[in-house]
């Protein structure tokens, strides 16, 4: 199973992905530049992506607390996520995601 | 400033989280005394700041156990030992004034708390909680005259245009305290949804329904002004339509982040932001200065609140051997030794 995630300059990275891995721990586990300061407490929204189109309806929808944590995100578009909140499975295999900008 | 304004003390700890909370019991325990520093106005660090409701799932002893409960309970268990918090401010200086084998520090707050200190526990989790700043090409040409991420003195904005970004307590709160002296307060919000208090939320809306401030849906994405004089925010709706708001002051409140800060010039090694230390007293490259906790990294390192708890106890052997460099120390239970459970008050 794989990830696709772009980063903040604009490099595609496939990255293999584990079941049951949350998609923020699979992007920092490869070593790419994601804070996740809260480590996936849904408590910082330092892990914020944006989900490529043909995949954000096959991801559940953001519940609540998701969504107001994105309220301290910048740049939230109707396709941010935070990837603390995605848990990995089969389904997901070829997901492509983009990292959004990160607050200094 | 006199001597009479220096407070002395054995260990200064920096950060009030669950490790250097601990590490005053520890420390307790041989005799010595803390002082704590936090740049929070309470105590916990991130488990109070960032998940207070959290369940907790791995400390000894708590099947589970919320982050302010483990604070809360932390609190309770060091209270024999009598620390005081220095709340409120950071560390902004660290000063050498001693040797390698008889260390002390002079260490100086934002505040102007000055202790001298022989020695200094780092426990600073992931560094200092400050504002976070909104990735707005330019916007550091603005900041300290037309951005702010916290309101220190509220006559500064007597009759200023100001817009506020968030949807959280801070803007909130500060939409409220800035109303009545500012010339116009715009609030700006990227959904109608806000997860400030109730009752705040119900006075905004009641002061938009008057026409007394203004409520807007969106998003900033540039800023327009001269020099460090804002003019405008321009801003973006949920469909993606661009406006701007009139404004010659932007306060953004997206929450804490936390950051190394001051701590990268204090003369220690440092490794990606993490200061490095020995795995049998935990003490850094500069003898006398400990880092205990998130911020340390050694070989085999865990991210643990549990493997905090255990560097504090290394930690505070040899600082005793600081503080007491002529006193044998004899290693004893709680459960079996009356002198302990006599610090404790328990016996």
Same mark, same amino acid.
């Given at each position: 199973?794989?990830?696709?995630?772009?980063?903040?300059?604009? !490099?595609?990275? !496939?990255?293999?992905?584990?079941?049951?891995? *949350?998609?923020?721990?699979?992007? *920092?586990?490869?070593?790419?530049?994601?804070?996740?300061?809260?480590?996936?407490?849904?408590?910082?929204?330092?892990?914020?992506?944006?989900?490529?189109?043909?995949?954000?309806?096959?991801?559940?929808? =953001?519940?609540?607390?998701?969504?107001?944590?994105?309220? !301290?995100?910048?740049?939230? *578009? =109707?396709?941010?996520?935070?990837?603390?909140?995605?848990?990995?499975? =089969?389904?997901?295999?070829?997901?492509?995601?983009?990292?959004? =900008? !990160?607050?200094? | 400033?006199?001597? /009479?304004?220096?407070?002395?003390?054995?260990?200064?700890?920096?950060?009030?989280?669950? @490790?250097?909370?601990?590490?005053?019991?520890?420390?307790?325990?041989?005799?010595?005394?803390?002082?704590?520093? $936090?740049?929070?106005?309470?105590?916990?660090?991130?488990?109070?700041?960032?998940?207070?409701?959290?369940?907790?799932? /791995?400390?000894?002893?708590?099947?589970?156990?919320?982050?302010?409960?483990?604070?809360?309970?932390?609190?309770?268990?060091?209270?024999?030992?009598?620390?005081?918090?220095?709340?409120?401010?950071?560390?902004?200086?660290?000063?050498?004034?001693?040797?390698? $084998?008889?260390?002390?520090?002079?260490?100086?707050? $934002?505040?102007?708390?000055?202790?001298?200190?022989?020695?200094?526990? %780092?426990?600073?989790?992931?560094? &200092?909680?400050?504002?976070?700043?909104?990735?707005?090409?330019?916007?550091?040409?603005?900041?300290?005259?037309?951005?702010?991420?916290?309101?220190?003195?509220?006559?500064?904005?007597?009759?200023?245009?100001?817009?506020? %970004?968030?949807?959280?307590?801070?803007?909130?709160?500060?939409?409220?305290?800035?109303?009545?002296?500012?010339?116009? %307060?715009?609030?700006?919000?990227?959904?109608?949804?806000?997860?400030?208090?109730?009752?705040? %939320?119900?006075?905004?809306?009641?002061?938009?329904? &008057?026409?007394?401030?203004?409520?807007?849906?969106?998003?900033?994405?540039?800023?327009?002004?001269?020099?460090?004089?804002?003019?405008?925010?321009? @801003?973006?709706?949920?469909?993606?339509?661009?406006?701007?708001?009139? @404004?010659?002051?932007?306060?953004?409140?997206?929450?804490?982040?936390?950051?190394?800060?001051?701590?990268?010039?204090?003369?220690?090694?440092?490794?990606?932001?993490?200061?490095?230390? /020995?795995?049998?007293?935990?003490?850094?490259?500069?003898?006398?200065?400990?880092?205990?906790?998130?911020?340390?990294?050694?070989?085999?390192?865990?991210?643990?609140?549990? &493997?905090?708890?255990?560097?504090?106890?290394?930690?505070?052997?040899?600082?005793?051997?600081?503080?007491?460099? /002529?006193?044998?120390?004899?290693?004893?239970?709680?459960?079996?030794?009356?002198?302990?459970?006599?610090?404790?008050?328990?016996?």
């Amino acid at each position: 199973m794989h990830v696709r995630v772009t980063d903040r300059e604009g !490099e595609q990275r !496939e990255l293999e992905a584990l079941e049951g891995w *949350r998609l923020m721990e699979i992007i *920092r586990d490869w070593g790419l530049p994601i804070k996740a300061e809260c480590g996936g407490a849904c408590a910082c929204a330092t892990c914020h992506v944006y989900v490529a189109a043909d995949w954000v309806d096959k991801l559940h929808p =953001p519940r609540e607390e998701e969504l107001e944590r994105l309220d !301290e995100a910048f740049d939230v *578009r =109707p396709n941010s996520r935070l990837a603390c909140q995605i848990l990995f499975s =089969p389904e997901l295999d070829g997901l492509t995601v983009v990292l959004a =900008p !990160e607050l200094d | 400033m006199t001597n /009479d304004n220096i407070i002395t003390t054995d260990v200064v700890i920096v950060g009030a989280g669950p @490790c250097g909370l601990f590490a005053v019991f520890e420390l307790g325990l041989l005799d010595i005394k803390a002082h704590l520093v $936090d740049i929070l106005p309470k105590v916990g660090g991130q488990c109070a700041e960032l998940y207070p409701e959290k369940p907790i799932y /791995d400390i000894p002893g708590f099947p589970i156990v919320t982050g302010q409960g483990l604070v809360d309970n932390l609190v309770e268990q060091i209270r024999p030992f009598g620390p005081t918090f220095h709340l409120n401010q950071m560390i902004e200086a660290l000063e050498p004034i001693g040797t390698a $084998d008889a260390p002390r520090f002079r260490v100086t707050t $934002d505040a102007g708390t000055v202790f001298e200190t022989k020695t200094v526990i %780092v426990a600073a989790g992931g560094g &200092s909680f400050q504002p976070k700043k909104p990735p707005i090409p330019g916007i550091e040409a603005y900041e300290g005259n037309s951005v702010f991420y916290a309101v220190r003195k509220m006559e500064a904005f007597r009759g200023r245009d100001i817009l506020i %970004v968030g949807g959280g307590d801070s803007a909130l709160d500060w939409t409220l305290n800035l109303q009545p002296i500012a010339r116009r %307060v715009t609030l700006m919000h990227r959904r109608d949804d806000f997860r400030a208090a109730p009752h705040s %939320v119900e006075q905004m809306r009641a002061l938009v329904a &008057s026409g007394q401030m203004d409520m807007k849906l969106g998003q900033v994405t540039g800023l327009k002004g001269e020099g460090t004089a804002l003019q405008a925010a321009i @801003c973006r709706d949920s469909d993606g339509q661009t406006f701007e708001i009139a @404004c010659n002051t932007l306060l953004p409140f997206f929450g804490l982040t936390m950051k190394l800060g001051p701590i990268a010039d204090w003369g220690l090694n440092l490794n990606e932001n993490l200061i490095p230390a /020995d795995t049998e007293k935990f003490e850094t490259s500069t003898p006398g200065i400990f880092a205990i906790g998130d911020i340390n990294t050694y070989p085999g390192k865990l991210k643990l609140i549990l &493997s905090g708890f255990h560097e504090a106890a290394l930690a505070a052997q040899k600082v005793h051997r600081y503080v007491y460099p /002529d006193k044998r120390l004899t290693f004893q239970y709680t459960t079996s030794s009356t002198s302990l459970q006599k610090k404790l008050g328990v016996a």
